[in-house]
């Protein structure tokens, strides 16, 4: 779901980088908003890097084997730290295996975490008072689902409009709907493991639940 | 005493002002993003080749990171040549080779070629955590250079913890039959144990980082120092990209 | 109790209990002279580290008072007069390199730069570790990470250093070089350790806790040697205390 250096032409990645400023800029005054800020940075920093290795966990899906993302659950769980870890987990992703890219940083961010926040939105609200296991899984796979979808959308989108080829609308219309259709199990995935954990640290520790 | 943090290489690169590097880096890529002449994707390539050389670093280095290139330059590459453009080169039947395809591949291709190597080979000339510093003393709010940190720090730790799980998991039988949702919920447990276990890290690290007065003064030593020939390779990246990004455009005109 | 003039800690009638209501502390009374090494035994869950993180301000008590060298414990203060060295170095050092992760502390306590690199440079070389001072600390073995955690707390220069089971983990070598360390370290120390050789070793008194609350506090050879004392709370009278009928083979 990251769009790689060398595809986009340079206005898109500068402005890219600049909603994702302007998210970041949002999102560290509401957290400088808070009592006492420090005391959360520890938390968001060691769930992003948690959420970082496990990024690495495969899941084998024959014949071969899937990566998780899991930006839906990341969503939830940093609120508004997310998108400050989404873009550190790029910039490392970048800089430690050349994945990702860093001119595209900033459209990278916004395709994954502009969809983490509404995640988060989207489970916070629906799990409003009713904080049961059914509601928790329910909201939890849509979270981890639809942060999939959204990416996805924004990623064909980007992509196959702002390729340096002219390819016109046809060809274009039908690059984003198979894109589109190929992840649709991903996303089933992602959002049944995002439910999956969800569960599990209602069980175990809600705390972690409750989010940063 | 000197606080720069050196690699293996003492090439003119690795002795730079990370600051310095880290801006000349970001101006030559968006500029190398910005090419799209033939004439001025071969000075790139030279230009990449010749920061390469520079740097000192061996060429199976590279080459390793470039085993794996990106499935969507791939993708891209292989079906551009025959869903975009009008001038036909090659007809194969119910497909065709276009000329304007063809040329669109080869252009991502270059320019992903270069601005990845020139960004590998830039990074690597100091620990990452080094960069992030960098950033930090440019400006990069602490909120997020605190938190870079201590991702970078704890990243290798949390990944051993979930090698560790991993490894006990399929000591009492992760891989063998049982198929299906199953596996899904012992990687979902996987991930799970790690963010609980992340978590009370987090408390623990908090608590280190309060008794040693995290919070108490904001007085962020500078450990950068920059000297004329940190100006002048910043200097020379900017006029390289500058000219690179004039002649795009006058050449285009 | 009256203020004692020459008092490292002071725990006055001091409770605390966690919000899911584990590890409580009941009515801990105890005065650290300064100058001592005070030994802290007692099983899993006896409320050591807990009753530690209180005589540092990181937690708060529901009952009782603290005081640190005659001050007032509030928790909103860095008070760098005391320093806690924690079980996991892991938890302790969260800088990208060895150097950073021990200047970190001097740094935060407002002095001048030079300074700030003379006390590094000598915590480092106290503990032998000042070639690995540009190391990234996830390069770093169990033991070396150990005495760097011990580093950062020494640079502090604190009157007062709290070690939570310091020996775990370690090998025997880094176990002795501990040993060695730890008395000279600052002018008072507190130990909780399963370790009771080192308690014997280290230690001019020691205390024996369990479930939250001082069980008795004395001489360390008399307490531990008391094996009937020892067995009720968990603990077992140390090897050296116990008469050797066989003489050992030399």
Redesign the interface.
């Known amino acids: 779901m990251h769009i790689p250096d060398g595809i986009l032409p340079l206005p898109v990645t500068l402005g890219g980088y600049a909603a994702c400023a302007a998210a970041v800029f949002f999102c560290l005054h509401r957290i400088n908003m808070r009592p006492d800020p420090q005391a959360d940075i520890p938390k968001a920093a060691l769930l992003t890097a948690a959420f970082f290795a496990a990024s690495l966990i495969h899941i084998p899906i024959p014949p071969a084997s899937v990566h998780l993302m899991l930006s839906g659950l990341l969503g939830v769980l940093l609120g508004f730290f997310a998108i400050p870890a989404i873009l550190i987990g790029l910039f490392f992703q970048a800089a430690m295996f050349g994945h990702g890219g860093l001119t595209t940083l900033g459209i990278n961010g916004v395709i994954i975490g502009f969809p983490a926040m509404a995640a988060h939105y989207m489970f916070r609200l629906g799990t409003l008072g009713q904080q049961g296991p059914k509601q928790t899984a329910a909201f939890a796979f849509l979270a981890g689902s639809l942060a999939i979808m959204l990416s996805v959308l924004l990623f064909s989108l980007l992509l196959v409009t702002a390729v340096p080829a002219d390819l016109g609308a046809a060809v274009e219309k039908t690059a984003i709907v198979m894109i589109i259709a190929a992840h649709v199990p991903l996303a089933l995935i992602e959002g049944a493991i995002t439910a999956m954990i969800a569960t599990f640290l209602l069980r175990v520790s809600p705390r972690v639940l409750h989010g940063v | 005493m000197s606080c720069r943090v050196t690699q293996p290489g003492s090439s003119v690169l690795h002795r730079m002002d990370p600051r310095f590097r880290l801006v000349g880096l970001f101006v030559l890529i968006f500029a190398f993003s910005f090419v799209s002449d033939f004439r001025l994707l071969a000075a790139m390539l030279a230009f990449t080749l010749i920061l390469f050389f520079l740097s000192g670093l061996p060429a199976r280095f590279i080459l390793q990171k470039l085993k794996l290139p990106s499935l969507i330059i791939l993708v891209l590459v292989l079906v551009l040549p025959f869903v975009s453009g009008q001038n036909i080169l090659l007809d194969l039947g119910f497909i065709s080779l276009k000329q304007e395809g063809l040329y669109a591949s080869g252009l991502i291709a270059a320019r992903f070629l270069c601005i990845i190597t020139t960004v590998m080979i830039v990074l690597h000339t100091a620990p990452l955590l080094t960069h992030v510093q960098a950033m930090r003393a440019m400006g990069l709010p602490w909120i997020m250079a605190d938190m870079a940190l201590l991702v970078g720090r704890y990243l290798e730790v949390l990944g051993s913890d979930l090698k560790r799980m991993h490894t006990a998991m399929r000591l009492r039988g992760l891989n063998s039959s049982r198929p299906g949702l199953y596996v899904l919920r012992t990687r979902a447990w996987l991930c799970g144990s790690l963010l609980v276990r992340g978590l009370e890290r987090a408390d623990w690290v908090y608590r280190a980082m309060r008794l040693r007065g995290y919070g108490h003064s904001r007085a962020a030593t500078s450990q950068f120092r920059a000297t004329a020939l940190d100006m002048a390779g910043l200097a020379a990246a900017l006029m390289a990209a500058g000219t690179v990004m004039g002649l795009e455009i006058w050449l285009g005109l | 109790m009256n203020l004692q003039p020459s008092s490292a800690l002071e725990a006055e009638k001091v409770s605390f209990a966690y919000p899911d209501n584990g590890g409580a502390l009941h009515d801990i009374n105890l005065t650290i002279i300064r100058g001592e090494k005070v030994g802290i035994i007692g099983p899993n869950g006896a409320g050591k580290t807990t009753f530690f993180?209180l005589a540092?301000g990181?937690l708060r008590p529901v009952f009782g008072k603290i005081r640190l060298f005659q001050k007032p414990v509030t928790g909103r203060?860095?008070n760098?007069k005391a320093?806690?060295v924690?079980q996991?170095p892991?938890?302790?050092?969260?800088?990208?390199?060895v150097?950073e992760d021990v200047a970190?502390?001097p740094?935060?306590?407002?002095l001048e730069?030079k300074e700030v690199?003379k006390r590094t440079w000598k915590a480092l070389h106290d503990v032998d570790a000042a070639s690995l001072a540009?190391r990234?600390?996830?390069h770093l073995s169990e033991g070396e990470k150990k005495m760097v955690s011990i580093a950062?707390a020494l640079a502090?220069q604190p009157g007062l250093i709290i070690y939570d089971e310091p020996s775990a983990a370690l090998d025997i070598r880094t176990r002795r070089r501990l040993i060695n360390l730890m008395p000279g370290s600052a002018e008072t120390i507190m130990v909780a350790s399963h370790d009771l050789e080192l308690v014997l070793e280290v230690c001019t008194r020691v205390i024996l806790m369990d479930q939250g609350r001082i069980i008795t506090q004395g001489d360390p050879a008399r307490i531990m040697g008391d094996a009937e004392l020892m067995q009720a709370h968990g603990q077992e009278k140390p090897h050296s205390l116990i008469p050797h009928y066989f003489q050992h083979q030399h």
């Open positions: 993180l540092c990181i203060e860095f760098p320093a806690l924690f996991r892991d938890d302790q050092l969260f800088c990208p390199t150097r970190f502390g740094q935060n306590m407002g730069s690199e540009e990234p600390v996830h950062t502090m």
